[in-house]
């Protein structure tokens, strides 16, 4: 009976891991299709992508060593996106209201819905005892908004925009880290059997 | 540029006239008012007449050159004058100038005062402007770029559109868009991109003032105030800050910034009102004035209910959300709905909480709602209530609708009408039917299921049966319904009219009967029908002597028998009948039994008519056609339908197809088709079969005589041709002595003894058998006898040919015709004695062609050689020429060459086989005529 209790385990943090993975992948795709609404609606950002300076950095976390860190790394990020993405939400229905539901509207609630999962489900991986960086401070949409605002809507776009190029990064590379993350452990798995 | 600046050098010269006179404007200063992009100058003078100038300053581009006549504040002394830029005044510096004029007199320029833009160096950044700017559809608007230092600017764009833009300065660009279209949702874009890339952009709002109309304010509560209107055109401007924003009576309506209605409220009712709409590019003020009372508009009616339910009636009842409804002066309106028996019905009252309704229907499902109205100054009715279902109790049937009808004078049934909705008052479980006579009376009642709508009846001979029927559902049992058996008429019996159909209909009239103390019943019934009929009736009041039978209960082309009772305390008694169609159509099957019989040169035909259920109207008469190839002829039409034989008269000997028809009122039916054929007699038929055949064949000998005339050269060449003399060395044309030409033992002519044939003709000299034998033997044994050596050289010829089993060859023929020994001697095969002689000759010219000869073999060889021979080819005649044969194929090109008497090879072909010629040579010369 313990041998069967003790093989169960495993096979739960493999499952985590793996669906941590699945839904990275899949908040990737919803991150590039918004994205893409994004630039049907702004049309000019299709002949004109914006520079600019990144809007999530990774300041809070040095370089990151293990692949358990680099999860914990990867979910500072997210989280800041989080962040990025609710005063995106915020900022965008005070000035347009909640008439509009097209597919923008509906993928942007349900990115916002899903990223909340992955950070819930990578969070539980890291408390399985990996440590990772430490939390960030959670992002007041005041912080630097006010310029935002100030330099009028046209400003506002291109702050949107930057928002989406980080959803899809991050949630890139929380794909590509959670399936290293799930490899890793399915190999030590393996050779424990 | 460079002429404007010599301009503006000079301009202070050109001025030297006035100076001293008037003082310079002093103390100029500019005021900018950057979202309004406007720029407001003052500055003190004594004058009241003014130059204004002003610059881009950088390039110094004259943007105002005016004459303004301003007068100075009295309370500050100070001039003021704003002017309006077309351009934001943060795209590039500039600059104003001003001085005091006259009439032709002017002062000195004040000196230049300059309000810097956001291209100047100490602002290295790019920019866009103006940024968010609201304006209306069809405005014209001029956009700037700034671009960055040590950057060059590349393009512009509004929307998806490239802009041509215009320096303004060393660092600022304009473009200027006319008539703009309405945003989308999120504005229209317009960005600025260097060559470094380096984006640039300001956003634009394009849409249209408030439109919003009609307000109306009325009461829900008899206390407070709720005013809607309607929106009007879409300003198409969605963002926040541009939207547009309501205020009634000075009062912001929240509700109705939020988009989320379109109605503002008010606690107290202030019998006039103002509603102001206002957005960035316009403002709307609508009003309204009433009463209180005039504008009630009440509230739903909430828990309506029933209270009693009946199966005529039922109380309905409900209560109010707002007290003081319950003192108004009120009109309901209730609205009943169910499957054909809808209807709305209005109440008034103080208060109104309950109703009573009155006539419904039993064992019927209603919906009912319910809105009411203030009856005094009645506005416009209130909300409805929630649907409240009811479903009334049933009730007893209403009595039947019943008849009888007697099929003979023993037999009849009795029909009922199935009942309506309206009349079953609840689902029918079955009906009663019971009879009774004079002699015995009150018999049990029968129970019919639900589904059926008669019953048979057995009536009594001696009295008249009195039939019951009465419906039952669960709530009881209807009333009976009574019938008296009527007594049984058959059409034979009586006058039956004919009855044509009006538009599909059967309208009926009839002489008023005094008995018909209950009126009269009409019937009608498909003639003919006996049992379970389609019967239907209809009672008419007594007072009416007239009916109308309406298409919906009559079958085009059915025959009906109408028939009209009169109606009393006793039994029903026929006064009259018709028969008829209520829409006459074509019969649905021709004529039966189409035969016809010959006499002579005439025919009869007879036929017999169609059942009636298929002439589907009235037969009014036949139609008889002779059938041709494409079309019918008609040769009569017989009126009379009663006739149905016709005979046609005088027909010539041919094969005749006639076709009868039967015609109605609506037209003729497919017909029936007979086929007769008509002999000719004896006379004719000798004249016929002799006559004309041997006329043919007289005409025929008379053409190929004169065919053979005008070719006789060619005949006379093809089967008489010239046989030429021998050409050969040395003198041979007067032979030593006369030549023998005693037949060959293997002469290709046998004589067969035959006592028919006739010997003695000229020409043929029959060998005796015995002598040939002998002389075959002869040969066999003597090999060198002293036979004359061309016969015998003949021989070996002929003894070769036995040989050959090739038909082809030469000798073939001349082995057939050794064959002809066995048969009996053909006379065209034979040629004249002239040609005999020819042919002995030829018995002499033959070795010229034949190069080898072989030895002689032996006899009985040489028989049985010969007779499979004869069996196989026989004997040929030389004039029997067959062109589909080879050899005739091969000696095509021989005609004219002298023939063999006993072979119809051509002795000296003129081609060889290698060279077949036509095989229609010849007979393309005889028809081209060559000889």
């Not at chain 2, 912001?252 to 009712?269: I, M, Q, Y």
């Not at chain 2, 039978?549 to 009906?560: E, F, I, K, P, Q």
Request: include cysteine; proline fraction near 6%; glycine fraction near 6%.
């Amino acid at each position: 009976m313990e041998g069967a209790a003790d093989s169960d385990t495993p096979v739960t943090e493999r499952s985590a891991a793996d669906r941590a993975a699945a839904l990275a992948r899949l908040l990737h795709r919803d991150c590039t299709r918004l994205l893409e609404l994004y630039k049907e609606r702004e049309s000019f950002l299709s002949q004109h992508a914006p520079g600019g300076e990144r809007l999530v950095t990774l300041a809070l976390c040095p370089e990151a060593l293990s692949t358990g860190e680099q999860v914990g790394h990867v979910r500072s990020a997210l989280r800041r996106c989080m962040g990025l993405l609710e005063c995106l939400i915020v900022r965008e229905v005070e000035e347009m209201g909640e008439e509009l539901e097209g597919e923008y509207e509906s993928l942007r609630k349900t990115v916002r819905d899903r990223l909340g999962h992955l950070l819930h489900s990578t969070g539980a991986l890291l408390e399985e005892g990996e440590g990772g960086c430490p939390p960030s401070p959670p992002l007041q949409c005041t912080e630097g908004q006010d310029e935002v605002e100030a330099s009028g809507s046209f400003a506002a776009k291109i702050w949107t925009y930057r928002v989406l190029l980080e959803l899809i990064h991050w949630t890139d590379s929380a794909s590509q880290t959670l399936h290293l993350f799930h490899s890793e452990k399915h190999g030590q798995q393996q050779q424990l059997l | 540029m460079k002429m404007k600046e010599m301009f503006m050098s000079l301009l202070p010269l050109c001025n030297v006239t006035g100076v001293g006179e008037l003082p310079v404007p002093r103390g100029l200063t500019l005021s900018p008012d950057l979202p309004a992009q406007t720029l407001s100058l003052t500055w003190q003078s004594d004058s009241s007449l003014f130059d204004l100038e002003i610059f881009h300053t950088e390039l110094m581009n004259v943007v105002l050159n005016e004459t303004v006549a301003v007068k100075a504040d009295p309370v500050t002394g100070l001039h003021s004058w704003t002017w309006h830029s077309p351009l934001p005044l943060e795209c590039t510096s500039h600059s104003a100038r001003i001085r005091a004029r006259n009439q032709q007199s002017v002062s000195q320029w004040s000196p230049l005062q300059t309000i810097p833009g956001s291209d100047i160096p100490e602002k290295s950044e790019s920019f866009m402007f103006p940024q968010d700017k609201v304006v209306p559809v069809g405005s014209n608007m001029t956009f700037c770029c700034i671009v960055k230092e040590k950057d060059d600017f590349k393009e512009m764009m509004y929307g998806r559109q490239e802009m041509s833009a215009t320096r303004l300065s060393r660092r600022t660009y304009a473009i200027t868009v006319t008539n703009q279209p309405a945003s989308g949702n999120t504005g229209t874009n317009v960005i600025c991109c260097s060559q470094r890339l380096t984006l640039t952009g300001a956003v634009v709002f394009v849409g249209y003032p408030p439109g919003d109309e009609g307000l109306v304010c009325e009461t829900r509560d008899l206390a407070s105030a709720e005013c809607s209107w309607k929106k009007g055109r879409d300003t198409r401007l969605r963002m926040k800050r541009s939207r547009t924003k309501y205020t009634l009576n000075g009062r912001d309506c929240l509700e109705a910034n939020e988009r989320k209605t379109w109605w503002c409220g008010s606690k107290v009712w202030e019998e006039s009102w103002t509603l102001v709409a206002r957005n960035p590019l316009g403002t709307v003020q609508l009003t309204d004035s009433a009463q209180l009372t005039d504008r009630v508009h009440l509230l739903a009616p909430v828990n309506v209910t029933v209270v009693e339910v009946e199966a005529w009636s039922a109380t309905l009842q409900w209560s109010w959300s707002v007290a003081a409804y319950k003192k108004l002066e009120m009109v309901c309106q209730l609205q009943l709905f169910a499957h054909e028996l809808s209807s709305t019905r209005n109440y008034s009252g103080p208060g109104l909480s309950s109703v009573v309704l009155e006539s419904l229907w039993p064992d019927v499902d209603y919906t009912v709602t319910l809105r009411c109205g203030s009856k005094h100054s009645f506005w416009k009715w209130g909300n409805e209530s929630a649907p409240y279902r009811i479903h009334t109790k049933m009730d007893r049937p209403d009595a039947l609708d019943v008849w009888i009808r007697m099929d003979s004078s023993n037999t009849g049934r009795v029909f009922w009408k199935p009942l309506s909705m309206r009349k079953s008052h609840g689902a029918l479980v079955g009906y009663e039917v019971s009879q009774s006579s004079a002699e015995e009376d009150g018999r049990t009642p029968v129970s019919v299921p639900p589904g059926n709508f008669s019953y048979p009846i057995i009536p009594n001979n001696s009295s008249d049966i009195t039939v019951a029927v009465a419906a039952r559902n669960p709530a009881g049992l209807s009333q009976p319904s009574t019938v008296t058996t009527p007594a049984y008429r058959a059409d034979s019996q009586l006058s039956v009219s004919k009855l044509l159909g009006t538009n599909g209909s059967f309208v009926l009239s009839w002489q008023p009967n005094l008995n018909a103390s209950n009126g009269y019943a009409v019937e009608w019934v498909p003639t003919g029908c006996s049992g379970l009929c389609p019967v239907d009736w209809k009672k008419v009041p007594e007072s009416d002597c007239s009916f109308t039978v309406n298409s919906d209960s009559l079958v085009a082309g059915v025959r009906y028998t109408v028939s009209v009772y009169s109606l009393s305390t006793g039994a029903p008694t026929l006064l009259q009948r018709w028969q008829g169609y209520s829409q006459e159509m074509i019969p649905s099957q021709s004529v039966s039994e189409l035969s016809p019989s010959q006499t002579g040169s005439d025919v009869l035909l007879s036929w017999k008519a169609t059942a009636m259920e298929h002439q589907r109207g009235f037969i009014r008469g036949y139609t008889v056609y002779l059938a041709n190839a494409a079309h019918l002829d008609l040769i009569a039409n017989i009126s009379d339908p009663e006739v149905q034989s016709y005979r046609v008269k005088g027909l010539s000997p041919s094969s005749y197809k006639f076709v009868v028809k039967a015609y109605t009122s609506a037209g003729e039916d497919a017909g029936s088709t007979v086929d007769i054929k008509i002999e000719m007699d004896t006379a004719d038929m000798l004249f016929v079969g002799i006559l004309v055949p041997l006329g043919i064949m007289f005409c025929c000998l008379i053409l190929i005589s004169i065919c053979c005339y005008k070719k006789r050269e060619w005949v006379k060449k093809a089967f008489y041709p010239e046989i030429p003399g021998p050409k050969v060395p040395g003198d041979w044309s007067s032979p030593q002595g006369p030549l023998d030409v005693k037949p060959s033992p293997h002469s290709l002519v046998h004589i067969v003894e035959n006592p028919e044939r006739d010997f003695t003709k000229e020409g043929l000299f029959p060998v005796p058998e015995e002598e040939e034998e002998s002389e075959n033997d002869n040969i066999e044994v003597d090999t060198d006898s002293d036979e004359p050596a061309l016969l015998r050289y003949y021989n070996q010829v002929v003894g070769d040919g036995s040989h050959s089993n090739q038909v082809s060859d030469s000798s073939g023929s001349s082995t057939a015709s050794v064959g002809s020994t066995q048969t009996e001697i053909t006379y065209a095969g034979i040629q004249s004695p002239t040609s005999s002689q020819g042919a002995c000759r030829g018995g002499g010219y033959r070795p010229q062609m034949q190069s080898v000869a072989g030895p002689a073999e032996p006899q009985i060889e040489f028989e049985a050689d010969f007779q499979d021979d004869a069996l196989n080819t026989g004997y040929k005649p030389q004039c029997s020429w067959q062109l589909d044969s080879p050899e005739a194929e091969n000696f095509t090109g021989s005609l004219g060459s002298p023939t063999s008497v006993t072979s119809s090879r051509f002795l000296i072909p003129e081609s060889s086989e290698e060279k077949p010629q036509p095989s229609n040579t010849w007979f393309h010369n005889f028809l081209s005529g060559k000889s």
